[in-house]
């Protein structure tokens, strides 16, 4: 079956400190994947996406991705966190072939001053 | 450009009752879909309309119905309330057909039921 998880419900870091979010996910066919962040009562915003192109995807407001097959994740990495950065962050999967997107449980980030 | 649009942003309702959701997608989007997101959980998919039909659907009962009108709006129905039910309902867009493509999300309804 198709899945994703996220290693660690909650993580906490230092301002200025790297952010390291982890995903995995499991694929029987070469996936699309997503970073999305919700900030409280608000909707999902795209954060980055891989389409097998370049594995080191850059995104939105210094975040980037690496996507590795051998090791089925797609981690979220920042160098430097900022207070703003505190959020709930979401790794996602959808599939070739197929039109649904399937969400990891979420990663609350928070982010210490 | 208007981004997704999503009405209302609140709503309560009480078990056994039905409530229709409203979504207007982003320009040019022609793809709508539907999640539900739990307290404290990841969107679940419920499901995704294109040229005006169901075109895949996730795991949740027939409760969940929806539809897409020719201009590419969507409306989410359920029926026959529960109290699981209380969740935020977030609408995603899509452009060309969705596949593969970025999914654009609405704020959400935020729907309790009593």
């Known amino acids: 079956a198709q899945s994703v998880t996220q290693l660690g419900s909650h993580v906490s870091v230092s301002e200025g400190a790297l952010v390291l979010l982890r995903c995995n996910y499991s694929?029987?066919?070469?996936?699309?994947l997503f970073w999305y962040v919700q900030y409280p009562n608000q909707g999902l915003q795209l954060l980055l996406k891989?389409?097998?192109?370049?594995?080191l995807v850059k995104g939105i407001n210094g975040f980037e991705a690496e996507f590795k097959k051998s090791e089925t994740s797609f981690h979220l990495t920042k160098p430097s966190a900022h207070m703003s950065d505190a959020a709930e962050y979401f790794c996602?999967?959808?599939?070739?072939?197929?039109?649904?997107?399937?969400f990891g449980a979420g990663t609350r980030l928070f982010v210490k001053a | 450009d208007a981004g997704v649009t999503q009405s209302p942003t609140h709503l309560i309702k009480t078990r056994g009752q039905q409530v229709t959701l409203r979504c207007s997608p982003k320009?040019?989007?022609?793809?709508v879909s539907w999640y539900q997101q739990a307290l404290g959980q990841g969107p679940q998919f419920i499901f995704q309309?294109?040229?005006?039909?169901?075109?895949q659907r996730g795991n949740f009962p027939d409760r969940f119905s929806g539809h897409q009108f020719p201009n590419y709006s969507s409306e989410l129905n359920v029926n026959a309330l529960w109290l699981g039910d209380s969740a935020l309902y977030l609408c995603?867009?899509?452009?060309?057909?969705?596949?593969?493509?970025?999914?654009?999300f609405g704020p959400g309804t935020r729907l309790l039921v009593l």
């Open positions: 995603a867009s899509s452009p060309q057909g969705g596949y593969g493509e970025t999914q654009y």
């Open positions: 694929s029987s066919v070469p996936p699309y």
């Open positions: 891989y389409t097998s192109a370049a594995t």
């Open positions: 996602a999967v959808s599939f070739r072939g197929g039109f649904k997107t399937i």
């Open positions: 320009s040019g989007h022609d793809t």
């Open positions: 309309y294109y040229e005006e039909e169901e075109r």
